[in-house]
């Protein structure tokens, strides 16, 4: 199941209070809220106040509420005016910790679901997964540091590897060699969204469904041909849309294939 994400904006005449900086995130900051309001309430709080406090997200039992922009930065992690976390973190607060419970549980759960959304969409790894506790030494998230930290990172590690295994086979796969599965770092139907990551990390290639390398290296026609030979693009049909989507001219290359066979 897909988590429900509620968008209210942040009013700009609140940009000065709330998230005066423009900000390049580069991890996210977990928070328990210590309170029993559900995410919208805590939302409609922080924007309703002009108290120097903000978040991005706040996460309930049912849903995620955004009421901050990812490219602004807010006040949560008590590192100052320039601290990394204030000024870096995308800050998510999980509802319902001072009491606990089923509803905690579930917002909890919901969290993790947000933030494998949240690092798959920036390409990011565990590692950008923090705590409020890191940057200024207050035991936030209080309530899950109790149940354990690390059990509730193994919870977000399991979301994200269930958004990361393909749906169908049709994939284009990121890894540094077909053959090393383990080095696989993304999975998209968009080949244009694989070449990006593989752009970002060298050493990485672009292999279509049937684990033909259709990225970085452009191949000559005569190159494709004698693959088509081998039988790495398959037959009929099938071989003219794998070509055809990976960029190559099918009829050129199957005329050279005429040729050679
Ligand atoms: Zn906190």
Redesign the pocket.
């Known amino acids: 199941m897909s988590l429900p994400i509620t968008v209210v904006k942040c009013p700009t005449s609140k940009y000065s209070v709330k998230c005066p900086y423009a900000m390049t995130p580069t991890r996210i900051?977990?928070?328990?809220t210590?309170n029993d309001a559900s995410a919208m309430n805590e939302i409609s709080y922080m924007l309703g106040n002009n108290n120097k406090t903000s978040y991005h997200y706040a996460v309930d039992d049912t849903r995620a509420v955004q009421g901050i922009p990812l490219n602004r930065n807010a006040w949560?992690?008590?590192d100052g005016l320039k601290g990394i976390g204030n000024r870096q973190g995308i800050?998510i607060?999980i509802c319902y910790s001072k009491s606990g419970g089923t509803r905690f549980t579930k917002s909890e759960q919901n969290a993790a679901k947000l933030l494998a959304m949240l690092l798959k969409q920036y390409g990011w790894g565990m590692n950008k997964v923090t705590?409020?506790?890191d940057y200024s030494g207050?035991r936030?998230?209080h309530r899950t540091i109790d149940l354990g930290w690390e059990r509730f990172l193994a919870m977000v590690q399991k979301e994200l590897s269930a958004l990361n295994t393909p749906t169908t086979g049709e994939l284009y796969r990121v890894r540094k060699s077909w053959n090393d599965i383990n080095s696989q770092i993304g999975a998209f139907k968009d080949l244009e969204k694989a070449k990006k990551l593989c752009d970002g990390n060298s050493g990485y290639k672009v292999y279509d469904y049937k684990g033909a390398q259709v990225y970085p290296v452009r191949k000559t026609n005569e190159q494709i041909a004698k693959e088509v030979i081998e039988g790495l693009w398959g037959n009929g049909e099938e071989r003219k849309k794998r070509l055809t989507n990976t960029g190559y001219d099918y009829n050129a290359i199957q005329k050279i294939v005429n040729k050679l066979l």
């Open positions: 900051v977990v928070h328990n210590a949560h992690a008590g800050a607060e705590k409020h506790q207050k936030c998230p």
